[in-house]
């Protein structure tokens, strides 16, 4: 099993800031990681994937970066709409999710 | 476009079955050479995945409930479906169905059973 662990779990922060998650692996993925964005009540709508590219929609002030074991996501100026909780997700061998950060207001 | 959508019952008494499936449409379930899957969320927690299959009808299941879990595929129906026997109240959850590519880039919205 792959594990996947994300830091912080909770970051508070405010409009405007540069904000950057971690997600480390238990072991080599390459760059099969995923990335993505969940809201109360809603699903988990993909960010990015392998590692850094942004799937089609998603605004460009977020970034991925990373591969073998260390992974990041950046939010370069934090927007109202972007406060939720973010999952990475490897895809090396089988998936598995990090345990999430949640992006809360300062 | 391609949506999908769960569909089953809310609850389920402990030690019976959960029956779930997820109806795909706009879109093949037999092309492009994705898998189809289940993600599950309890409460106020982070996401795990139950388990997947391909259109040729293989799966891979989590280690975790691999004892207890089906997952099949219908492409006549356009759907595929989850089973889940032996429920605690540890499988409490909001269900999805999810469409991979090794991301997930398509979800249902969700589907809440709980065991009780």
């Known amino acids: 099993d792959i594990q996947m662990t994300q830091s912080p779990s909770t970051l508070s922060a405010s409009v405007g800031d540069r904000v950057t998650i971690t997600c480390r692996a238990s072991q080599s993925i390459s760059r099969w990681l995923a990335w993505y964005q969940q809201k109360p009540g809603k699903a988990p709508n993909l960010l990015i994937y392998?590692?850094?590219t942004l799937e089609s929609g998603v605004p460009s002030r977020f970034s991925g970066s990373g591969s073998g074991t260390e992974f990041t996501l950046t939010i370069s100026s934090l927007q109202p709409d972007d406060f939720a909780t973010y999952y990475c997700q490897q895809y090396n061998i089988y998936l598995t999710f990090g345990g999430g950060t949640k992006v809360e207001i300062k | 476009q391609v949506q999908l959508q769960e569909s089953g019952p809310g609850l389920v008494k402990p030690s019976q079955t959960l029956s779930l499936t997820c109806t795909v449409s706009?879109?093949?379930?037999?092309?492009?050479?994705?898998?189809w899957s289940w993600v599950r969320q309890p409460a106020g927690r982070g996401l795990e995945c139950i388990g997947r299959?391909?259109?040729?009808?293989?799966?891979n299941y989590n280690p975790s409930l691999a004892s207890r879990l089906t997952i099949s595929l219908d492409t006549s129906k356009s759907q595929f479906s989850l089973r889940l026997t032996s429920v605690t109240a540890a499988d409490t959850a909001v269900y999805y169905c999810?469409?991979?590519?090794?991301?997930?880039?398509?979800w249902g919205r969700g589907t809440l059973v709980t065991v009780s």
């Open positions: 706009g879109g093949s379930i037999s092309g492009g050479g994705y898998y």
């Open positions: 299959v391909d259109t040729s009808g293989n799966t």
């Open positions: 392998k590692a850094s």
């Open positions: 999810a469409r991979v590519r090794g991301y997930f880039d398509l």
